[in-house]
């Protein structure tokens, strides 16, 4: 059975959450990073330590919102920001909450910006491959059934123009 209190159980949590979402911002940092200079070796290790981070986090906001139910408070922000009133007179927890809440933000928005850089070269390889087949990428259609279909069906590849 656990014996520290509330506060300093919820201390506890927020200050690993902080810990892990560094880690997953730097994880992120660096998978932006291998996508601009196309390192796959790199990007691989930032995968795989995002992976890490984002279960980490998960767990912790799992025992975060178990610790706050147990206490009667909602498990969101609202909830949160009531139990910081009741509980934090001194001061002690907020700043770390608001630490973990701007930490989470710009994770959010290096995750954003490294998707639509995979998002923008997953096009360019597609149009990449449309002018390898000898289709115009601009003119697909969709089948009866809903597949995909070139203009026409007059596909030819590079290789037999």
């Known amino acids: 059975m656990n014996m520290r209190s509330f506060p300093e159980q919820l201390d506890q949590i927020l200050t690993?959450?902080?810990?892990?979402?560094?880690?997953?911002?730097h994880a992120l940092q660096l998978e932006g990073q291998a996508l601009s200079t196309r390192d796959l070796?790199?990007?691989?290790l930032a995968i795989?330590?995002?992976q890490q981070q984002v279960e980490r986090l998960e767990q912790?906001?799992?025992?975060?919102?178990?610790?706050?139910?147990?206490?009667g408070y909602e498990?969101?922000?609202?909830?949160m920001a009531r139990c910081l009133r009741d509980w934090d007179a001194e001061g002690v927890l907020a700043p770390i909450w608001d630490r973990l809440v701007d930490l989470m933000a710009r994770c959010r928005q290096l995750n954003l910006a490294n998707g639509g850089v995979v998002e923008t070269k997953r096009r360019h390889v597609e149009q990449a491959l449309h002018i390898l087949r000898g289709e115009d990428p601009r003119t697909e259609l969709y089948g009866p059934?809903?597949?995909?279909?070139s203009a026409g069906g007059k596909s030819r590849t590079i290789t037999k123009a």
């Open 48 to 50: 795989a330590q995002k």
């Open 145 to 149: 059934r809903g597949q995909p279909t």
């Open 60 to 71: 912790l906001t799992r025992d975060q919102g178990a610790l706050l139910k147990r206490e």
């Open 16 to 25: 690993h959450s902080v810990r892990e979402a560094s880690a997953l911002e």
């Open 41 to 44: 070796e790199t990007l691989n």
């Open 75 to 79: 498990n969101n922000a609202q909830g």
